[in-house]
């Protein structure tokens, strides 16, 4: 099915980033559809997560986009305007993330998207539009540090799971899944301001980084945790694996602090830790999965959510990914796009 050439737009507003004299430089600018990267599917987006690895890509803090000029943004969700491909239909509502968007493939921070049809998700199962964008790519990476400690035996009754960088997106889905399926939720953070909010997202217990970092560092510390979210590594990491209880795992899945940490093989000797790594660019079989989870028994309280949302549009987000790197924002951003 397609929909009728007049339902496309002629030009619509995106932020993309060009490389200027050897510097990243992102702008707001008008396209048409023949200036964004080949696809089967015109998407009209309605949200786009923004991630802190967006913000990187915007002011080339990281090598992460591939080839320029290029549209970021990592995730979105939107209605299909028209489609090449069977099984699409104009009208449905769709998440994209993952297979290389906005960094290969242009991305989500434009009015209009075009993707290859093999990158498109149907809306999941028990999710709104505003739902599935506000859990987006951060739960879908808790889901699957999730189900990775389910694979190494963790229960409920196992022991507390620890979460690092507390205030950010991947923590703030993560303590609300493990909340929702019974698991008990340690909160790290340096920002002890955020503690009550912290509770209320679904922590049962709220550390000072600072503190548990500022005392010197042991072989081996005190056994606290079953398992553990790392969003920062850096000391960070190596406390939480010098603390983790026999057979425990730590799952690694940013790097907030530093790409690097100090270590040693005590914890993997002495008492069978496990570090595993989580990238949200699944395979279909797993996304299909875990989305469906995230849809019904895993689905975190929305609502306990909605508190650390916040909704910014595209005139706004090149400053606000400017304060994301400088550590000003916590919580969720979603850039938010009036539809008809």
Known sequence: ????????????????????????????????????????????????????????????????????????????????????AAGIAPGQTVLVH??????????????????????????????????????????????????????????????????TGAGGAVALMAMGILARTGHQVVAITRRMEQADALRAAGASEVLDASELLAAPPRALEKPRFAAAIDNVGGPMLSWLLRSTQDQGCVACVGNAAS?????????????????????????????????????????PDVERIIPQLSFITLDELLPFSEAQLAGRNSGRALLRFDTP
């Open 259 to 299: 790409n690097s940490f100090d270590g040693s093989v005590l914890p993997f000797i002495m008492r069978s830790v496990k570090l595993v790594g989580i990238v949200a660019n699944a395979p279909w079989e797993q996304r299909h999965r875990l989305w469906a989870r995230l849809g019904s028994d895993w689905k």
């Open 1 to 84: 099915m397609t929909a009728p050439d007049a339902a496309l737009p002629t030009s619509f507003r995106a932020v993309r980033t060009h490389v200027v004299d050897g510097r990243t430089e992102s702008r707001l600018e008008a396209l048409t559809l023949d200036e964004l990267s080949p696809g089967e599917v015109v998407i009209r987006n309605r949200y786009a997560g923004v991630n802190f690895k967006d913000c990187l890509s915007l002011h080339g803090k990281a090598k992460i986009i591939t080839g320029f000029p290029r549209v970021a943004g990592i995730e979105l969700v939107g209605d299909v305007l028209h489609s090449d």
């Open 98 to 163: 993952g297979f290389q968007t906005g960094i290969a493939f242009d991305g989500a921070f434009s009015e209009v998207v075009r993707v290859p049809a093999a990158h498109v998700h149907a809306l999941p199962a028990g999710l709104t539009p505003l739902e599935c964008a506000t859990l987006g790519v951060p739960a879908f990476t808790a889901a699957m540090a999730l189900e990775r400690f389910q694979m190494e035996g963790l229960r409920p009754d196992s022991g507390p799971v620890a979460i």
